[in-house]
C-alpha cells in the first residue's frame, strides 16, 4: 500500500499554490512535511486527502488512480490545528461518530473508543461536552476520532499546536508509537524543525509550494540538498556567509580564514556560500581551529537556559544560539567563534557542494 503524487500541482485564482510535484510515501511512515507558513504543507495535504483536485498530474492509492474520487470514498482520517468537535454530542460520542457511520458492531466501537480514550488521556471526559473541555483536551478529542477510524492515510496538519507545552512533548512521543501500532501512512505537517527531528521517519521540507528535498530525517538535516532545505530545517534559520576557497585556504570575509581541509581542499578554486546553524556559533573559542568574527550585538534573548544573541556582521544578520545566560551590552563589538567542521559549503546558485564535516561523522 502506498500512496504516490505524480506531477501533481494547485493552482488558486490563477497562481501557483503547489507547483508540479512527485512524492511516494509507503505504507507503515511517519512523513513530516517541514516548512514556514504558507509554503504550501496544508495544500499537499488537501490534494492528498481529496479535499482540492489538483490541477495537473494523479493521485495514486494502493495502485488505483483516485484523482476525482470524493474524500467520503477515501480511507483517510485528518485532523486540523483548530480542532472541530460535535459540539452537542459527549467526548465518547466524537470519537464514535466515525465508526458509527462505518455501521460497526457496538462493541467494537467501546471496544476502540475506551482505546482511543486511555490513550489521549480523556477517560475520565467521556460523558462531557467538547465545551466543557479545555482547549487541548478538545484537540485530544479531535485526535482520538481521527485515529479511531484505523484508516490508511492519517493526515495531521499541526496537531499539537494548540496543546501546552508538557502535554505536546508527550504526545510528540507517543504520536510515532502509535503510527508504528497502526501500520498507517502518516503525513504529519509541522513549522517546528525540533518536532520533525523528534518524529523521526521521512522529512519533505516545503518552500514557496515546492519540495525541495525528501528522505530519511536525520539525512535531510544532516545533508540539505540545498541552502534553501538547509534554511527550513533549522531553527533559528541558518546563518551564511560569503567566502572564498584560495589554494589550501577558506577565506572567511575580512581577515579570517582556516585550512580547507578533507573534502573542503577538493573544492575548485573560487567563491562560495558558507552555512552554519545557530548552535555552532559561540562566543568563547572551545576549538583551536575554530574562527574568529567580530560583529556587532543588535539583539539579546534568554530563554531561561539559553541565550539568542542577533549579530550584525558587515551587514550580514546571523543568529547564535548560546548555551547559559550571558548579560551582554546592545550595540557593542562581540567576538565570536566557529569551528569550521560545522560548516556546509553552498555554490552561489545553493547547491551543496560540500556538507559539514561533523554531519558525515554522525
Known amino acids: ?46 490534494l492528498m486527502a481529496g479535499l482540492d483536485v489538483p490541477a495537473t498530474g494523479s493521485i495514486v492509492w494502493d495502485g488505483t488512480d483516485v484523482t476525482g474520487l ?27 461518530s466515525p465508526l458509527r457511520l462505518m455501521r460497526l458492531d457496538r462493541r467494537e466501537i467501546d471496544r476502540r473508543v475506551q482505546e482511543a480514550a486511555a490513550l489521549m488521556k480523556l477517560t475520565p471526559m467521556l460523558a462531557r461536552r467538547p465545551l466543557e473541555l479545555s482547549g487541548g ?18 493526515l495531521l496538519d499541526e496537531p499539537l499546536a494548540n496543546l501546552d507545552y508538557k502535554l505536546r512533548e508527550e504526545m510528540r512521543f507517543e504520536i510515532p508509537r502509535i503510527f508504528e501500532a497502526s501500520g498507517a501512512i502518516f503525513v504529519y505537517a509541522t513549522t517546528e524543525p525540533e518536532e520533525a527531528l523528534l518524529l523521526g521517519g521521512n522529512t519533505a521540507t516545503l518552500w514557496e509550494g515546492r519540495i525541495t528535498q525528501f ?9 540539505p540538498v540545498d541552502a534553501t532545505t538547509a534554511r527550513v530545517f533549522s531553527d533559528p534559520p541558518m546563518n551564511f556567509l560569503s567566502i572564498e576557497k584560495r589554494g589550501g ?18 573544492l575548485p578554486d573560487g567563491r562560495y556560500l558558507a552555512g552554519f546553524r545557530p548552535n555552532h556559533l559561540e562566543i568563547g573559542r572551545h576549538s583551536a581551529d575554530a574562527v574568529e568574527f567580530h560583529a556587532t550585538l543588535v539583539v539579546t534573548e534568554l530563554t531561561g ?49 560540500a556538507p559539514a564535516a561533523y554531519a558525515l561523522a554522525a
Not at 137 to 154: F, S
Not at 251 to 263: D, E, L, Q, S, V
Not at 333 to 341: E, H, K, M, Q, T
Request: charged share 20%; net charge positive; proline share 4%.
Open 249 to 266: 585556504r577558506l577565506i572567511f570575509g575580512k581577515g579570517a580564514n582556516a585550512p580547507a581541509t578533507g573534502r573542503l581542499g577538493a
Open 305 to 353: 537556559s539559553e541565550t539568542f544573541v542577533h549579530l550584525d556582521h558587515h551587514g550580514d544578520r546571523w543568529v547564535g544560539l548560546i548555551h547559559g545566560v550571558h548579560e551582554l551590552t546592545l550595540g557593542r563589538g562581540i567576538n565570536v567563534y566557529l569551528d569550521p567542521a560545522h560548516v556546509y559549503i553552498f555554490d552561489h546558485d545553493g547547491r551543496l557542494v
Open 215 to 223: 528522505g530519511p530525517t536525520p539525512t535531510v538535516y544532516r545533508q
Open 137 to 154: 483536551q478538545q484537540q485530544r478529542c479531535a485526535l482520538a476520532r481521527a485515529l479511531v477510524k484505523n484508516a490508511g492515510l492519517v
Open 1 to 46: 500500500m502506498a500512496l504516490e503524487l505524480i506531477g501533481v500541482s494547485k493552482l488558486v485564482e490563477g497562481q501557483t499554490h503547489i507547483h508540479p510535484t512527485d512524492l511516494r510515501l509507503e505504507k507503515g511512515t511517519m512523513n513530516v512535511l517541514l516548512g514556514p507558513t504558507l509554503s504550501g504543507k496544508t495544500s499537499l495535504m488537501r
Open 70 to 96: 470524493r474524500v467520503q470514498k477515501r480511507d483517510i482520517a485528518m485532523v486540523y490545528q483548530q480542532f472541530v468537535n460535535y459540539p452537542s454530542m459527549s467526548v465518547y460520542d466524537n470519537i464514535a
